[in-house]
């Protein structure tokens, strides 16, 4: 078992609409989680932190369930320049906190 | 604030061949990371550092790559020999702090070796 999955889509859906991706860990020690942004042939940026609580910045919502070992990003209406990788980011649970391991990405279509 | 800058942006080199990237990374940032992308993954992390001492480099081929960061600063990556399965774009990285800060990603060099 992979230590972060994530389903790799493609999820093709049209602009307006509200899609959701979900992302799993398997080493319960791990201390935080973040999704990261990825476009084609750039680098990846920071789209948001996950708190235990749940968090929120526009469109994008962002949660945690530590029981379940996964967390999820829903994306409301959904605009053409979305269309890119989402990575899952999952650090911490080693000795020193260090360990950092990014999922494969699930890419997101947005069609007119 | 300037980014991360690293350096070549393409190399194409022959198997066996040896090649060495830098990266220098966001002024004051202590933490250093080193990735390596394969078409279709996401990033595997090589090696971090913090300031000019390793922290991680559990999934570093010790047998062909080698990293150093003097002074904590700037840092290079080398591969010697190159293999196939090298092919792959290399992320520099670097953070603040060591665990829940963002990281801030350089431009990648995007290595072929054939």
């Known amino acids: 078992r992979k230590e972060v999955e994530q389903d790799p889509g493609p999820f093709n859906v049209p602009e307006g609409a509200t899609v959701a991706f979900n992302c799993t860990y398997s080493n319960s020690a791990s201390q935080s989680f973040f999704w990261y942004r990825q476009d084609c042939r750039k680098e990846p940026k920071l789209l948001m932190s996950v708190y235990s609580s749940g968090n929120e910045d526009g469109r994008f919502t962002a949660q945690l369930n530590r029981a379940s070992q996964y967390i999820s990003l829903l994306i409301r209406d959904s605009k053409l320049s979305d269309s890119a990788t989402y990575l899952c980011?999952?650090?911490?649970?080693?000795?020193?906190?260090?360990?950092?391991?990014f999922g494969a990405g699930t890419r997101l279509f947005v069609k007119a | 604030e300037a980014g991360v800058a690293q350096s070549p942006r393409y190399k194409i080199i022959e198997k066996r061949q040896s090649v060495a990237f830098w990266c220098n990374p966001i002024?004051?940032?202590?933490?250093l990371y080193w990735y390596q992308q394969i078409l279709g993954q996401g990033p595997k992390l090589l090696i971090q550092f913090q300031n000019n001492g390793v922290v991680d480099d559990s999934q570093l081929p010790k047998d062909r790559f080698s990293a150093e960061r003097l002074k904590g600063v700037d840092s290079t990556l080398k591969i010697q020999p190159a293999k196939l399965e090298d092919s792959a774009v290399y992320l520099c990285?670097?953070?603040?702090?060591?665990?829940?800060?963002?990281?801030?990603f350089g431009p990648g060099t995007r290595l072929t070796v054939l």
């Open positions: 980011v999952v650090k911490g649970g080693d000795t020193g906190g260090f360990k950092t391991i």
């Open positions: 990285a670097s953070s603040s702090r060591k665990g829940e800060y963002e990281q801030f």
């Open positions: 002024s004051g940032h202590a933490t």
